[in-house]
C-alpha cells in the first residue's frame, strides 16, 4: 500500500484503543459480564487476582491497585506522613500530577531539570535541588524520579543521592509499567513505584486506574489501609488514619487482566514501531536515545527539532491526516499553579529547551509499517 493509497482510509489515530480493542476480541467483553454477574464491583476477586499479576510480573513483593496515577503517588505520600516544611524533589519536564501530590500533601516541590538525551531527571541537578531545598529551610525527604515516555531514569544514580541525603524514592512509572533498567522491572526501583493505568498509558484500562508497587510490608500496609478512608485491619469502621477513596473497581481490574496477557507482545510491538521511526527520522530529527542499561515501553515517540521548526511540521502533518502532540511545552515551573515554587541552583535549562522542541508522533504497537512509512515520509518533506 502507498501512502497515496493510506490516505484514502480513515484518519491515523494518535493512540488506537481501537484496534487493541478488536485484537482483544471477546475477551474483555466475557470478563466484564463475568463482574456483571457476580456484582462485586468494590474488592472483587479480580482486584486480587490483579494485584497477584502485576506484583508477579514486575517481581514486587507487593502491588497495590487504585483509583488512578494521581492517587497511587499522592497514597505513598501520604504513607510516608510528608507534609508542611518537607521538600521533594521532582523533574520539572512532566505531566503536572508529579508535583500536585506533594503540594496537595501540604510540601513544597523543588523542581530539578532534566537530560537532554532521556528527558529524565538529571541527577547532578537532583543533588542540586536538595542543597536549594536545605538553604530555603526545608527538609527534603524524597525524590520523584519520573521515567518519562516509558523510558526508566537513571535510578543507580538517584538511590546513589537517595541514599547520601536520607530521601526516599517515589518513582512515577506512570508512563513506564513494563519497562526495564539493568535488567529489572520497574516497579522494583524506588522506595515505592506509582504506575497509572489511563487508556492512553502503555497498560491502560477503560476509565482510571493505578497500581503501587513496594516490597516494604509496613508500607504496604499502611497504604491498603490509607486507601479505604484509613480503616483498621479488623475493624471497618474504626478508622487508625485520615484516608481517601481510592480503590480500584473490579470492572476495570477484569480488563486489566485480560490486557496483561497481550502486554509482552504490545511491548515489543512497540519497540519494533521505535525502531522504525529511528532508522526512518535519524537524518532529519534528533530521534530518541535509549542508553544499555534501559528498555522503554515508549509510552510516547518524542523527536526533537532545531528550535522554529515544531509549529510548521505539525501543521503540515495534520493537513496529511497524521496527529501529532507536544509534551510538554511548558516546564511545571513555567505553569500557574507551580511558578511559586523553587527551582534547583543552575536553573532549569535544558526542561525550557526542551519545552521549545520536541514533538510526539502516532505511537501504540498497532501502527502498521505502511502508515509508519507514510509518517516517516511525510515528516521527511518538511524537514528534509
Ligand atoms: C498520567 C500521569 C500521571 C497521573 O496518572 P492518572 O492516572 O492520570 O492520575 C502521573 N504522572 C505522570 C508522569 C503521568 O504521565
Redesign the pocket.
Given at each position: 500500500m502507498n501512502s497515496q493509497a493510506r490516505l484514502d482510509k480513515r484518519p491515523i489515530p494518535f493512540i488506537d484503543v481501537a484496534a487493541q480493542r478488536r485484537h482483544l476480541g471477546r475477551a474483555v467483553d466475557e470478563a466484564v459480564g463475568r463482574v456483571l454477574a457476580h456484582c462485586q464491583f468494590i474488592n472483587g476477586p479480580e482486584v486480587h487476582a490483579l494485584e497477584a499479576e502485576l506484583a508477579a510480573f514486575c517481581g514486587a513483593r507487593h502491588a497495590i491497585g487504585c483509583s488512578?496515577?494521581?492517587d497511587a503517588?499522592r497514597l505513598v505520600l501520604m504513607a510516608w506522613g510528608i507534609g508542611s516544611g518537607d521538600a521533594v524533589v521532582c523533574p520539572a519536564f512532566?505531566?503536572c500530577?508529579?508535583a500536585e501530590v506533594v503540594a496537595l500533601a501540604g510540601a513544597t516541590p523543588v523542581f530539578a531539570d532534566v537530560l537532554p538525551d532521556t528527558f529524565n531527571l538529571d541527577p547532578a541537578s537532583c543533588e542540586r535541588a536538595v542543597a536549594t531545598a536545605k538553604r530555603a529551610g526545608l527538609k527534603p525527604r524524597a525524590v520523584i524520579p519520573?521515567d518519562l515516555f516509558g523510558l526508566p531514569a537513571d535510578h543507580g544514580a538517584i538511590a546513589a543521592i537517595a541514599a547520601a541525603h536520607d530521601l526516599k524514592v517515589l518513582d512515577?512509572a506512570?508512563?513506564s509499567f513494563g519497562a526495564t533498567y539493568r535488567g529489572r522491572k520497574l516497579g522494583t526501583l524506588g522506595t515505592a513505584t506509582a504506575t497509572?493505568f489511563?487508556p492512553a498509558?502503555p497498560l491502560g484500562c477503560y476509565g482510571?486506574g493505578?497500581a503501587i508497587f513496594t516490597d516494604d510490608d509496613d508500607l504496604a500496609a499502611r497504604i491498603r489501609s490509607l486507601r479505604v478512608h484509613g480503616e483498621s485491619l479488623n475493624d471497618k469502621y474504626d478508622a487508625q488514619h485520615i484516608g481517601i477513596t481510592g480503590r480500584l473497581d473490579t470492572v476495570q481490574a477484569a480488563i486489566l487482566l485480560e490486557k496483561l496477557k497481550i502486554f509482552p507482545k504490545e511491548i515489543a510491538a512497540r519497540n519494533a514501531v521505535a525502531q522504525r521511526y529511528a532508522a526512518g527520522l535519524a537524518d532529519v530529527a534528533t530521534v530518541p536515545s535509549v542508553d544499555n542499561d534501559a528498555t522503554s515501553v515508549w509510552a510516547q515517540y518524542t523527536i526533537r527539532l532545531a528550535p522554529g521548526r515544531r509549529d510548521g511540521l505539525a501543521a503540515a502533518l495534520k493537513r496529511e491526516g497524521i496527529p501529532t502532540a507536544v509534551y510538554y511545552a511548558k516546564p511545571l515551573n513555567r505553569q500557574a499553579a507551580y511558578r511559586r515554587f523553587p527551582i534547583a541552583d543552575g536553573g532549569l535549562p535544558v526542561s525550557e529547551r526542551l519545552s521549545g522542541e520536541v514533538i510526539s508522533l502516532p505511537m501504540h504497537p498497532y501502527l502498521e509499517p505502511p502508515v509508519q512509512d507514510h509518517i516517516i515520509a511525510a515528516v521527511h518533506r518538511v524537514l528534509a
Open positions: 488512578n496515577g494521581t503517588l512532566t505531566f500530577a508529579t519520573v512515577d506512570a508512563q497509572s489511563f498509558k482510571d493505578g
